[in-house]
C-alpha cells in the first residue's frame, strides 16, 4: 500500500537558519503530495501542496518539489523564524481518488531564538 | 467562512457513558471526515462520508458510530470507550474526489481532546 516516511524527529534550530525535513513516498499509483502543519493546541493546516512531477509547491517561505525519480517532497525553507514551531507532516492521496490522505509520522521542529 | 468548529473542545468521559462530538463546517463541502491522532503521532482516518454518505470505515469498533445528518454537520458518537480510546479527535472537510483527481485541500478542525477514565 501507499506509505510516507519522514525525517525522524525532534529538529532544533535556531532562528534564521536553514530548514529541510526529507520525506519520501511509496505508491501505486501517481500521487498527490502535501505538507500539513500542526501547531501546538490545534488542528492540522495544509502548508503546501503538489500534484505533478516537477510541480514546486509554495507558502509563507516554505518549498517542497515533487521528485519522481527520487519519490521525495523535501520540505525547506530559508530562513526559519520562531513562530514556525510546530509539528510538520508530509501525506499523499493517489490519483485513482479514495479520498484518503496517508500521513507520515510527523516532524516536530523547535526553532530558538 | 472558511472554518471548520468542533464542540467540545475537551471532553472527559467514563467507560459507561454516551456521549457526541460534533463538527460543523459552512464551505459547501461535501466529504467530511473523522481522524483519531494519538499524542505525538499522525492522524489516522476513520470515516469519511462523501455527499452524507458513509463512504469509507477503517474497520473502526463499533463503540464508535458516525452520524452526517445534513451536509453541514458530522456528528460521532460515543458509547462504551476503552481508556485507549483516549486521543484527539479530528474533523475535516473537503470537496470530494471526482474521476480520481482527488488533490483537494482537507480543512481541519482543531479537535477535540478526548480522555476515557
Known amino acids: 500500500g501507499d506509505s510516507v516516511t519522514q525525517m525522524e524527529g525532534p529538529v532544533t534550530l535556531s532562528e534564521e537558519a536553514f530548514l529541510t525535513i526529507n520525506c519520501t513516498y511509496t505508491a501505486t499509483g501517481y500521487p498527490s503530495l502535501f505538507w500539513y502543519v500542526q501547531y501546538p493546541g490545534e488542528g492540522l493546516q495544509l502548508l503546501l501542496k503538489?500534484?505533478?512531477?516537477?510541480d514546486k509547491g509554495s507558502n509563507k517561505g516554505f518549498e517542497a518539489t515533487y521528485r519522481k525519480e527520487t519519490t521525495s517532497f523535501h520540505l525547506e525553507k530559508g530562513s526559519v523564524q520562531v513562530s514556525d514551531s510546530a509539528v510538520y507532516f508530509c501525506?499523499?492521496?493517489?490519483?485513482?481518488?479514495?479520498?484518503?490522505?496517508?500521513f507520515g509520522t510527523g516532524t516536530r521542529l523547535t526553532i530558538i531564538p | 467562512d472558511t472554518e471548520v468548529t468542533q464542540t467540545p473542545k475537551h471532553l472527559v468521559m467514563g467507560m459507561t457513558n454516551k456521549k457526541s462530538l460534533k463538527c460543523e463546517q459552512h464551505m459547501g463541502h461535501r466529504a467530511m471526515y473523522w481522524y483519531k491522532q494519538k499524542a505525538k503521532k499522525p492522524p489516522e482516518l476513520m470515516f469519511v462520508y462523501s455527499y452524507e454518505k458513509l463512504s469509507i470505515n477503517e474497520s473502526v469498533p463499533s463503540r464508535f458510530s458516525p452520524e452526517c445528518p445534513n451536509s453541514s454537520l458530522l456528528n460521532l458518537h460515543l458509547h462504551a470507550l476503552q481508556p485507549e480510546d483516549s486521543a484527539l479527535y479530528l474533523c475535516?472537510?473537503?470537496?470530494?474526489?471526482?474521476?480520481?483527481?482527488?488533490?483537494?485541500?482537507?480543512?481541519f478542525g482543531s479537535g477535540t481532546q478526548l480522555s476515557v477514565l
Open positions: 503538489a500534484t505533478k512531477a516537477d
Open positions: 475535516a472537510s473537503s470537496h470530494p474526489g471526482a474521476g480520481g483527481l482527488t488533490n483537494e485541500k482537507l480543512f
Open positions: 501525506a499523499l492521496t493517489d490519483l485513482f481518488g479514495n479520498e484518503k490522505l496517508t
